[in-house]
């Protein structure tokens, strides 16, 4: 039997990592879950792409997202300072130390405490696009002028980080997020843990800050945690800011661009949320599952276990493609067609089990509330660019900018 690489090599297909597939994976994801839905690469990862099978491996004990469980080593040096607090981030720990950390964060991100904050992003929502409108030029970038401000000023609030120092955040946090990325070169790499350090640096000195100077803030309850002796070591406390800061962030600013350029082209859409407002909360559940910015996540097998009769050894890494399983025809009719009102709408785009995105009730009043607005306040929207282009980033996908036109031609 002719193996999947060359059957995709003779289909004129290449790997979806691959820049060139960045604007539009999804053909290749459809190809590789037929032919192989639970594919062994060459670099020894399970790639899973049905639904089914992604949605079991999130759920099931006997997968680790903890990297030291991996059987081979790691790329990342022990000794690397990213390491060692990267190995008490709350994403790659399994229980009892997940279910310990993520019960103390959890307290402060209560749906109840993440809805007390709708009036204020409501409102920082409307000074976002006031000054778009202000500025009277007729476009405006989607990224830069809502996107990237809206949830990184949200979370900064949340966190109690200075708002004045976030021209260096977005390059740190997109640098730092790109270690997600597994395939990266020597160069990037080592770009990434810079900027990774750099994002440590500045948090540990904002938590001695905030030692001396408590304040209302998420980071101050956090540091009161941490005080009262065994419930949160330093590591712990740092890794978990840093990590959410950079989730707070990277994700929402990209499911705003995804989601904008996939209602750009999809016209009809947008007539239905304008129609029925009401429809933009399950209109934010199909943008998720239809072109998500989380593409891929990883677990590692403590022991043998079979998935869709393939023999998953202990130690070997699964790379769960959330991208393809929000596409699988078997879980969503018609998966390739955008359906703003899509119910019922189980995606996997904010992840599923015990790690199930702690961010998802703020990063959907987020989206909510930015869809929300532009829909309301711009009866003219058009693309200003056909193609946009994608960051170079796979796990985390999306726009480097987004040109909208908001008022008519001519
Ligand atoms: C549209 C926006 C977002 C998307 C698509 C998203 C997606 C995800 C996904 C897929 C996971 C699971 C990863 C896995 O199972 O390996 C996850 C976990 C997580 N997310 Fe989000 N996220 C978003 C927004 C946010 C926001 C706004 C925050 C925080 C303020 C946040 C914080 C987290 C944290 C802390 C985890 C790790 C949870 C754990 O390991 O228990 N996310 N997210």
Redesign the pocket.
């Known amino acids: 039997m002719t193996d999947l690489v060359t059957q995709m090599a003779e289909a004129g297909l290449t790997s979806p990592m691959l820049p060139e597939n960045r604007g539009n994976p999804y053909p290749t994801y459809a190809f590789i879950r037929r032919l192989e839905p639970v594919h062994h690469a060459p670099d020894g990862t399970w790639v899973l792409t049905r639904y089914d099978h992604a949605a079991a491996v999130?759920r099931d004990p006997r997968f680790s997202?903890n990297p030291a469980r991996l059987g081979e080593g790691v790329d990342l040096s022990k000794e690397s300072p990213v390491r060692q607090a990267g190995s008490s981030l709350?994403?790659f720990l399994d229980p009892p130390d997940?279910t310990r950390l993520?019960g103390l964060?959890s307290q402060a991100f209560t749906p109840r405490t993440v809805d007390s904050l709708k009036p204020r992003i409501e409102r920082l929502v409307d000074e976002l696009l006031d000054a778009v409108v202000d500025r009277g030029d007729g476009e405006f970038d989607v990224m830069a002028d809502l996107a990237y401000p809206l949830?990184t000023v949200v979370?900064c609030e949340l966190l109690g980080v200075p708002v004045a120092d976030r021209e260096s955040f977005q390059g740190w946090a997109a640098g730092a997020s790109r270690l997600l990325d597994n395939y990266l070169d020597q160069a990037a790499l080592m770009e990434g843990m810079a900027a990774g350090m750099e994002l440590f640096r500045y948090f540990s000195d904002l938590v001695e800050e905030r030692r001396r100077h408590p304040g209302t803030d998420l980071l101050s309850a956090l540091l009161a945690a941490e005080a009262e002796g065994d419930r949160l070591t330093h590591a712990e406390l740092l890794s978990t800011v840093t990590?959410?800061f950079v989730?707070?962030f990277e994700?929402?600013m990209n499911?705003v661009g995804n989601g904008m350029l996939a209602l750009l082209r999809n016209p009809s859409e947008i007539d239905r949320l304008r129609a029925d407002p009401g429809l933009v909360r399950t209109g934010v559940e199909e943008l998720?599952r239809y072109d998500?910015?989380?593409h891929i996540?990883a677990r590692i097998a403590t022991t043998d276990v079979e998935i869709g009769g393939r023999l998953v050894r202990e130690g070997e890494q699964v790379a769960v493609s959330?991208g393809a399983a929000n596409r699988d025809p078997a879980q969503f009719p018609d998966p390739d067609r955008l359906d703003v009102g899509r119910s019922p709408n189980r995606h996997l785009?904010?992840?599923g089990?015990?790690?199930?995105?702690?961010?998802?009730t703020?990063?959907r009043i987020?989206?909510q509330a930015a869809f929300g607005a532009v829909l309301r306040r711009f009866p003219h929207l058009a693309p200003a660019t056909e193609n946009p282009t994608y960051r170079d980033h796979f796990v985390i996908r999306g726009l480097t900018g987004l040109r909208v036109r908001i008022t008519p031609p001519g």
Do not use: N, Q
Not at 353 to 360: D, I, K, N, R, S
């Open positions: 999130l997202t709350m994403m997940h993520r964060v949830p979370i990590l959410l989730a707070g994700t929402t499911l998720i998500g910015p989380v996540t959330l785009g904010l992840g089990g015990p790690h199930f995105c702690l961010g998802a703020l990063a987020e989206s």
